[in-house]
Each structure stands twice: as structure tokens, then as C-alpha cells.
T-cell receptor, first 113, second 117 residues
Framework: DGGITQSPKYLFRKEGQNVTLSCEQNLNHDAMYWYRQDPGQGLRLIYYSQIVNDFQKGDIAEGYSVSREKKESFPLTVTSAQKNPTAFYLC????????????FGDGTRLSIL | DQQVKQNSPSLSVQEGRISILNCDYTNSMFDYFLWYKKYPAEGPTFLISISSIKDKNEDGRFTVFLNKSAKHLSLHIVPSQPGDSAVYFCAASGWSESGGSNYKLTFGKGTLLTVNP
């Protein structure tokens, strides 16, 4: 059945390394999003993509990069420039860019060793 | 500056009673509001939304009320069930205060609802 798949569920990274989080959706949604959640905080937008081959910075894009080469996939790379990468990362999608509900995957928890 | 505020970090209610979760916003240009429910280590699940042209939207046990003049919305859950125990996030989107469309969602920090049997 349709949904958003994030992998892996838990990820560990050594300091100074880049790491890529996977997000795949089979909902045929045009728009995709990456959020970060820290303890006791709401979700903060990292990057979003309105349509394939397009992406825009969100509110906290520094130290992150994305690509949107396929409609189904929106991987997020956490680079070594991200000073505080330990967090819970959530990917979401919506039918189209606009006032639409966003549907979320189950997240990836990234920890620094 | 927080544009969406959920001032109650937690709420506890008895099973069968009404749960009322509150949310305030500061950006008068927000025109679309949503509520999400989140269990630990899972992604948020969309519950219900409301457009600013309405003041109430209902879906089963969930009703969202919007008071634009007070910049306030609330989620009512009736009757509350133990399975409703989760963190509830309010979110909003609309035209940004600096101009231009802005469909990005702005989330509150969440309210932990505990429904006691």
C-alpha cells in the first residue's frame, strides 16, 4: 500500500562525515519536504521540493543538501558543516505545493558517535 | 519568534471526557491550519485541517474550531480514548508577513495528551 518510506530508522555518524538519509514515496505526490525535530521542539523545515528537479531552502538549510532527480525520491545529505546534526529527521509529501495536508514517514534518528 | 504557539506542554483527561487542545498564532496572514498526532519514534499523522473561510470542521470524534479575530484554534476530541494519548501538533501556513505566498507549514511545539482509563 502507498506511503512514505524513510531509511534507515537509526543512523550513526562519526564527526566530519557526510551521511545521506533516504526518503521514497509511492503516493505520486509532487511536493516533498524534510523536517528536523529536536526534543521539546516543533518541526522545522530544512528543504522542500515543489516538483521534480526543483528544491528550495527552508528555515534551517545550512549544513544540509538535497536532490530531486525522481518524483519518488528526495534524499537528504547531512554534511560535516552541520554543527549539531543529532536529531530526528522527518520526510513528508503532499499531492501538490499549496494548502494541502502533508503526510509523513516514520523518521530517521541520527546520532553522532 | 514563534508564530505558532501551543502554550500547554501537557494535558491529562479521563477516558470518555472531552479533550481540548489549544493553539495560538501571531501571523494574521495564515489561512490554513492543521492538527497532527504523533506517537514516539513515529512520524506525525494528519488528523484534520481547516481553511480560514470556515470556523469549524468536523471529522468523527475530532472537531477543529478557528477564531480568526483571536488568532486561536482548538481541537476537540469527544469522547477521548486511551489510544488518543500522543503528542498533538498544530501547524499553519499562508501568505508570509513579508509578502508573497508561503505554503510552508509552521509548527507549534506540541501538547502531550494523556487519556487515563
Amino acid at each position: 500500500d502507498g506511503g512514505i518510506t524513510q531509511s534507515p530508522k537509526y543512523l550513526f555518524r562519526k564527526e566530519g562525515q557526510n551521511v545521506t538519509l533516504s526518503c521514497e514515496q509511492n503516493l505520486n505526490h509532487d511536493a516533498m519536504y524534510w523536517y528536523r525535530q529536536d526534543p521539546g521542539q516543533g518541526l522545522r523545515l530544512i528543504y522542500y521540493s515543489q516538483i521534480v528537479n526543483d528544491f528550495q531552502k527552508g528555515d534551517i538549510a545550512e549544513g544540509y543538501s538535497v536532490s530531486r532527480e525522481k518524483k519518488e525520491s528526495f534524499p537528504l545529505t547531512v554534511t560535516s558543516a552541520q554543527k549539531n546534526p543529532t536529531a530526528f529527521y522527518l520526510c513528508a509529501s503532499s499531492i501538490q505545493w499549496g494548502n494541502q495536508p502533508q503526510h509523513f514517514g516514520d523518521g530517521t534518528r541520527l546520532s553522532i558517535l | 519568534d514563534q508564530q505558532v504557539k501551543q502554550n500547554s506542554p501537557s494535558l491529562s483527561v479521563q477516558e470518555g471526557r472531552i479533550s481540548i487542545l489549544n493553539c495560538d498564532y501571531t501571523n494574521s496572514m495564515f489561512d490554513y491550519f492543521l492538527w497532527y498526532k504523533k506517537y514516539p519514534a513515529e512520524g506525525p499523522t494528519f488528523l484534520i485541517s481547516i481553511s480560514s473561510i470556515k470556523d469549524k470542521n468536523e471529522d468523527g470524534r475530532f472537531t477543529v474550531f478557528l477564531n480568526k479575530s483571536a488568532k486561536h484554534l482548538s481541537l476537540h476530541i469527544v469522547p477521548s480514548q486511551p489510544g488518543d494519548s500522543a503528542v498533538y501538533f498544530c501547524a499553519a501556513s499562508g501568505w508570509s508577513e513579508s509578502g508573497g505566498s508561503n505554503y510552508k507549514l509552521t509548527f507549534g511545539k506540541g501538547t502531550l495528551l494523556t487519556v487515563n482509563p
